[in-house]
């Protein structure tokens, strides 16, 4: 009896030290589980800080363009910027949240770089895209440059869309990825489907069509 009563308490000491053992093991997991996280976290932020930050101010409308129509059309430019994940992209609706309205409203008139660079400085932005979009004849004209923290016009683009108002969807597209390939230093392609193509106009068809009557 002395040596079963001896065996159990054996067991039974055996057993509460494996339980012991596989608690601790848990325990330690949690912890270097949490350790790794919060060593995680400041790596993630730094990341994330050193993005640039780019302000993509509502495209002015000039002719044959309406206001509304223009920030659609900044707002894809913005969205086509993002895309990369190389940017933190800040637009309108962030101008409008972080200015005051004075703020807000000098800077959406500034016609110049510095009263721009003045206005929105609380947005704490590295770059600025800013510029026109207007209709010449049947023309689109697509011109946007980039502002440096001194005011430069660091880069500026055009695009020429002889479309229909919504093929400028592709032409901001278009410009989007000519700020890229500088932006990142990497060549960035255009789609196939947004590569710009020269379309006949229809003064070159009548002319065509004279020529092949004055033929027969």
Known sequence: TIQCA???????????????????????????????????MPVIHSAEEEKDRLLVVPLKAQLGLKHEEAIMLSDVLSIELHKSGKFTILNRDDMKAILDEKEFELAMGCDDNVCLLENVEKLAVNKIITGNIGKLGRKY????????????????????????????????????????????????????????????????????????DADT
Do not use: Q, W
């Open 141 to 212: 004209i697509v011109s946007i440059r980039m502002i440096n923290k001194d005011g430069e016009n660091e880069v500026m683009e055009k695009d020429v869309c002889d479309c229909p108002l919504e093929g400028l969807i592709e032409s901001m597209e278009r410009v989007s990825y000519k700020f890229l390939s500088y932006l990142t230093g990497e060549e960035v392609s255009a789609p196939e489907s947004v590569v710009s193509r020269e379309e006949p106009s229809y003064g070159d068809a009548s002319l065509t069509k004279k020529t092949d």
């Open 6 to 40: 001896t065996e159990y308490t054996a067991i039974s000491i055996l057993s509460a030290c494996l339980t012991k053992s596989s608690n601790m093991r848990k325990y330690l997991l949690h912890v270097l589980i949490i350790s790794f996280v919060f060593l995680l």
